[in-house]
């Protein structure tokens, strides 16, 4: 199988799981239920912009949540979980919408492109907040093998469902925060509007 099955630390699959049977009353059988394919746990990278700019690239982005995906009647949602400061977990944010369907809609499809099969990929997730990028990030052994794809609502050129190598996805970031940096640099006034 191209995409390998990343198991979230327990302590996060039993917030995640707590979560649901406080707010899904019906969800209660899910502790003995609890697959990956159900609930895909994955992820959350965040990269800074600079390591972008600089020969970093992707190499440093952090992981800052973990997610899992719950789909019923009503949709799915993805609930993240996040490492406390004592180093305890607990439900960080929980997101629902267009991005969290394609999320779980994408990962079947992923496991048939002939492009992943020749690899072994972990299937995460990748945000950059200040240019409003959001991707599912496959993670090779080595980041030059690295495959995005990126989600709904996609930007500069990005195209959703799309699998972009690492050297194309890295390229069109680049020129995307160069072009921020270059229309914050304009401003004479840091209060001043664009």
Do not use: N
């Not at 972008?52 to 009647?73: M, N, P, Y």
């Not at 490492?83 to 267009?98: F, I, L, M, P, T």
């Amino acid at each position: 199988m191209p995409i390998r099955q990343i198991l979230a630390p327990e302590k996060s699959v039993v917030k995640y799981t707590g979560w649901l049977t406080q707010r899904k009353p019906k969800s209660v059988q899910l502790k003995r239920t609890f697959t990956y394919e159900k609930a895909l746990p994955h992820k959350v990278y965040h990269a800074q912009l600079s390591d972008i700019l600089s020969e970093v690239g992707f190499s440093q982005a952090d992981v800052v949540s973990w997610r899992h995906l719950h789909t019923d009647q009503h949709g799915t949602v993805a609930v993240e979980t996040k490492v406390g400061k004592r180093g305890q977990y607990h439900v960080h944010e929980v997101h629902s919408g267009h991005m969290v369907d394609a999320l779980k809609e994408l990962y079947p499809v992923l496991k048939k492109k002939k492009e992943l099969r020749t690899g072994d990929y972990e299937y995460s997730f990748l945000r950059l907040f200040s240019l409003k990028i959001c991707a599912v990030w496959l993670r090779a052994d080595s980041r030059e093998a690295d495959f995005f794809v990126p989600l709904p609502p996609c930007f500069y050129g990005l195209e959703q469902d799309k699998l972009y190598t690492y050297a194309e996805f890295t390229d069109i970031v680049r020129k995307a925060i160069q072009t921020l940096q270059t229309k914050t640099d304009t401003y004479g006034h840091p209060m001043q509007g664009g």
